[in-house]
């Protein structure tokens, strides 16, 4: 039975990749990363016994938001951060069963993010995002990295920028994360991200990632749901002028979309109006 002070695995699973998802941290020591250096998406890395020396500025980084500590298996070190960063203020839980419960429980878990020398990650692409480049945006800051940075640049500047300015190119010709034969760039990012598997939020992405490929691609027949998409990303491109300020408003786009492949992708709606045809 989880503890008061402990969140179960499927009830972190829920949270995660949707805007109520806490500040999850990853405590554990150098010797257990090193034999699985794969994370909770959106964890941020504090090695133990280091993180010890900077609680302080962990708790201040949460900004009081709820956070979840799991170490290898979720016992003495998470307790103990966790306990640390409620002596701080924060609402801190720990991972029941820690980074060896998710895995076994086959959850999402994905590779590191590239990063510059500041240890953020930057990305840049082409101005005027449509379809694509809203989704790979959306995919980073909900699955890979919650503060990831976007720069939305000339196309033909896109990889000196990224050379300049040490940040990693998207969408473009010949770079990692780009088109590969008939996928898009966010089915790329699936792979590259290890975001792939049998877990309900795995197959909620390869769901929304159909509709994605062929609302990019001018296959308007892959999903029903591609035109909508389509028309929608479409009408936001045309309501902001402001590239930073529309990924803004496609974030609410793509947090809907996740929902309803995880959730409600199913669900029918079926009124006719049967016994309300006096009702105007």
């Given at each position: 039975m989880t503890s008061p002070v402990q969140i179960s695995v499927?009830?972190?699973?829920?949270?995660?990749?949707?805007?109520?998802?806490?500040?999850?941290?990853?405590?554990?020591?150098?010797?257990?990363f090193d034999d699985d250096p794969r994370l909770i998406p959106c964890a941020i890395r504090r090695e133990f016994p280091s993180v010890v020396d900077q609680i302080d500025a962990i708790a201040a980084d949460t900004g009081g938001q709820r956070a979840v500590v799991y170490c290898q298996k979720g016992l003495k070190i998470s307790e103990g951060v966790a306990a640390l960063l409620r002596s701080k203020g924060v609402a801190a839980e720990v991972l029941e069963g820690g980074q060896f419960g998710w895995r076994d429980a086959?959850?999402?878990?994905?590779?590191?993010?590239?990063?510059?020398?500041?240890?953020?990650?930057?990305?840049?692409?082409?101005?005027?995002?449509?379809?694509?480049?809203?989704?790979c945006a959306w995919l980073i800051r909900r699955f890979v990295d919650l503060e990831a940075k976007f720069m939305f640049v000339t196309g033909s500047q896109v990889k000196l920028v990224a050379e300049k300015f040490n940040a990693t190119a998207f969408d473009v010709e010949d770079v990692r994360f780009t088109?590969?034969?008939s996928g898009c760039t966010f089915d790329t990012m699936l792979q590259e991200f290890g975001l792939r598997g049998d877990s309900k939020p795995a197959e909620a992405l390869g769901r929304l990632a159909t509709v994605i490929r062929g609302a990019d691609t001018d296959q308007l027949d892959l999903a029903?749901?591609?035109?909508?998409?389509?028309?929608?990303?479409?009408?936001?491109?045309?309501?902001?002028?402001?590239?930073?300020?529309?990924?803004?408003?496609?974030?609410h786009?793509?947090?809907?979309?996740?929902r309803w492949a995880r959730d409600a992708y199913?669900?029918?709606?079926?009124?006719?109006?049967?016994?309300?045809?006096g009702s105007r």
């Open positions: 499927s009830q972190l699973s829920r949270l995660v990749g949707t805007p109520a998802a806490p500040a999850i941290i990853d405590v554990r020591n150098g010797e257990d086959g959850m999402l878990m994905t590779n590191d993010v590239p990063r510059n020398g500041g240890g953020q990650s930057v990305w840049v692409t082409r101005t005027r995002p449509k379809v694509d480049r809203i989704a088109h590969r034969d029903p749901q591609c035109a909508g998409l389509m028309a929608m990303s479409l009408g936001l491109s045309r309501q902001y002028s402001d590239d930073l300020e529309q990924l803004e408003a496609g974030m786009l793509y947090d809907a979309m996740y199913d669900e029918k709606h079926d009124w006719s109006g049967a016994g309300h045809a």
